[in-house]
């Protein structure tokens, strides 16, 4: 059961009261949308900045691996945080550090500073959790679905549309650097917006944070992370691959051990063997999966020159963008804009239902039929949709198993 902030009212209230709660809701948006471009915008342009800094492919990669590394270190922890804390503070704090990240993006012309700068970009990905547990506190229970599948439909449009962005920056033979100032304006704007806009409640958690499970499960998940990124490079069946792989696993275990036994552990394992939160996870781990292949995979398939690999458009960046992904991108957040609508009337897990089989349908055309420009877009419009529909119903199900002052960790 969702449980009533000191911001909330069991109904909609004052006209005045509504306008505020959809200027938060915007202002959030605009917050996740940060994380959206951070997330993708890199992607596209590792080729120009490994020409432009005079690297290797295989280092400028970790621009991208070292970013995936420290969100997963981090995230659960700034989770807590902001479930002990006042949000308001945690989520300015971390909109700083990812500032300051961009901008030292923006101006180093060295490799190793930039994936330093990728790292403090990393703490992003605890603003969508953090979001969530704000509207939790402010939002009332009848209107949370809504307000959720806004956030979930931005954080779907803003990968897609930071796509289309870096296309237009970088046509021709554009500095990388753009990218990384465009990223440092627009997080200079949302720090203002979320200054003005959200509400300074008191803090509503009570308790410590579980240091030694922060350690363990940053360092279990950034090792198992560590092998599915650079297994391609050093070789699946390579020492480094496979140690790596099972030192994370043998970590995570004895951090689920660790974890059972603590008086306050930093996630509570009987919330996450719940059967609803053990199967929503699985979910996001798929939904995830299918917004790196809509967006990424995608953008690389109609790239590949068709006479050197008998598939593939050629497509340039800006191409890829604007006439392949921008469809999908725009059908899939209209579809999160009324998917609220659905989850209040049937529940998230009819709507994550639904938004599955249209995932199924768009990766097998993409997988049966490629051969047309408009295939590509339809597939991709379906894998939106997919996506679109899953970001909003996970979190959906999440806020309903858990207690409010769990919100952000879990």
């Not at 790239?303 to 191409?319: K, M, N, R, T």
């Amino acid at each position: 059961m969702y449980q009533r902030g000191p911001g909330q009212s069991g109904t909609a209230g004052h006209p005045a009261r509504s306008r505020r709660r959809g200027l938060l809701v915007v202002t959030l948006g605009l917050v996740v949308l940060t994380v959206a471009v951070l997330q993708t915008a890199v992607v596209p342009i590792l080729g120009v900045i490994a020409d432009q800094l005079g690297a290797s492919d295989v280092a400028v990669s970790w621009a991208v691996t070292a970013n995936l590394l420290a969100a997963a270190a981090a995230t659960p922890l700034i989770g807590r945080l902001a479930d002990l804390h006042r949000k308001k503070r945690v989520l300015l704090i971390v909109l700083v550090v990812v500032l300051i990240g961009s901008l030292l993006a923006a101006t180093t012309s060295s490799l190793p500073l930039l994936i330093a700068a990728r790292v403090l970009q990393a703490t992003s990905y605890a603003l969508y959790p953090i979001s969530i547990a704000i509207l939790r506190e402010e939002i009332p229970e009848d209107r949370m679905g809504s307000a959720m599948s806004v956030l979930s439909g931005t954080l779907g449009f803003g990968g897609g549309a930071g796509l289309v962005v870096v296309g237009l920056l970088m046509s021709g033979d554009a500095d990388y650097h753009r990218v990384f100032w465009l990223s440092t304006g627009f997080t200079a704007a949302v720090l203002v917006a979320a200054a003005v806009v959200v509400p300074d409640r008191p803090r509503s958690g009570s308790g410590g944070i579980d240091w030694l499970g922060a350690l363990g499960l940053a360092a279990g998940l950034s090792a198992v992370l560590l092998a599915l990124t650079q297994g391609t490079t050093w070789g699946w069946a390579s020492a480094g691959t496979i140690g790596s792989a099972c030192g994370g696993l043998v970590v995570l275990i004895g951090w689920w051990l660790w974890e059972r036994r603590a008086a306050r552990p930093l996630v509570s394992i009987r919330m996450l063997t719940q059967r609803t939160m053990l199967f929503t996870n699985l979910a996001t781990i798929s939904v995830g999966m299918g917004l790196y292949f809509a967006f990424l995979g995608i953008t690389q398939f109609v790239q590949i020159p068709h006479d050197v690999a008998g598939y593939g458009f050629g497509a340039s960046v800006l191409e890829a963008s604007v006439l392949y992904l921008l469809p999908g991108a725009l059908a899939g957040f209209v579809v999160a804009l009324i998917s609220g609508r659905f989850i209040d009337r049937f529940g998230a897990k009819p709507v994550l239902m639904v938004g599955a089989a249209a995932g199924i349908a768009g990766f097998l055309f993409i997988a049966l039929a490629h051969s047309a420009v408009w295939q590509v877009i339809t597939a991709n419009v379906l894998a939106n949709v997919y996506i679109s529909l899953g970001y909003g119903a996970l979190p959906a199900l999440v806020v309903s198993e858990v207690d409010a002052a769990q919100t952000g960790v879990a």
